[in-house]
């Protein structure tokens, strides 16, 4: 089975532009998550989507939004941009069954914002 | 809140020198404790799901072990490609975790030849 994958991998943005990423999760996954990851506050958790809808958000502004199409595949769309929003952005699915916790995660969208 | 303290932060080993990564941990309901291995410049690779208080999981050089309070990945004979950054995370109960794991800040290791 192919993995996770992400795109663009590298992206480069101006303060005040905004950003959409893309998602695409391993075939049958129906859940997938977002994370950003920077040097400083590690790995947080952004939103996940099952069946289209988001069921949960983390502590991010309104700045930060997302959505699932039907075929399971998300994006995630950052507004306005600020100088703090640079790091990697991580997707990551699983299967969305009870009792199947563990996610797979892609290689990452590394954004910087100048 | 769910919280994840990993130690150390970061850890050098000769090649050969076995030794364990420490994560401890709150959470309401522990729905699973997870192990990844993350490259510079990848995104995290799935290694162990531990579900419950004296579960222990093996893969090749690793095993991860799994108390009430904390969990251990134990790492025997290690080789440099070994070298990367453990992380480790937790799944809480209840509709605020769905989706959601919470990460430690990482042990980075580096086995020298």
């Known amino acids: 089975k192919a993995g996770v994958t992400q795109t663009p991998r590298y992206l480069i943005k101006t303060r005040g532009q905004q950003v959409t990423l893309s998602c695409s999760p391993i075939s049958g996954h129906r859940s997938v998550s977002w994370y950003q990851q920077t040097p400083g506050q590690g790995l947080q958790f952004l939103f996940e989507y099952f069946s289209e809808t988001q069921r949960n958000k983390g502590n991010f502004p309104g700045r930060f939004s997302g959505r699932q199409f039907s075929n399971s595949r998300s994006e995630m769309n950052v507004s306005t941009l600020e100088l703090g929003d640079s790091a990697l952005y991580l997707c990551a699915s699983r299967p969305g069954g009870a009792a199947l916790y563990e996610q797979y995660f892609g290689p990452g969208t590394r954004l910087t914002v100048t | 809140e769910d919280q994840v303290t990993q130690s150390p932060e970061a850890l050098r080993l000769q090649e050969g020198e076995s030794s364990s990564l420490n994560c401890s941990y709150t959470v309401s309901g522990l729905r699973g404790l997870f192990w990844y291995r993350q490259d510079p410049g990848k995104g995290p690779e799935f290694l162990f799901t531990?579900?419950?208080a004296g579960e222990e999981k093996e893969k090749e050089r690793l095993k991860a072990t799994l108390t009430k309070k904390e969990s251990f990945l134990h790492i025997t004979a290690p080789k440099p490609e070994d070298s990367a950054t453990y992380l480790c995370a937790v799944r809480g109960a209840g509709g605020t975790s769905y989706g959601k794991l919470t990460f430690g800040q990482g042990t980075i290791l580096t086995v020298h030849p």
């Open positions: 531990l579900y419950s």
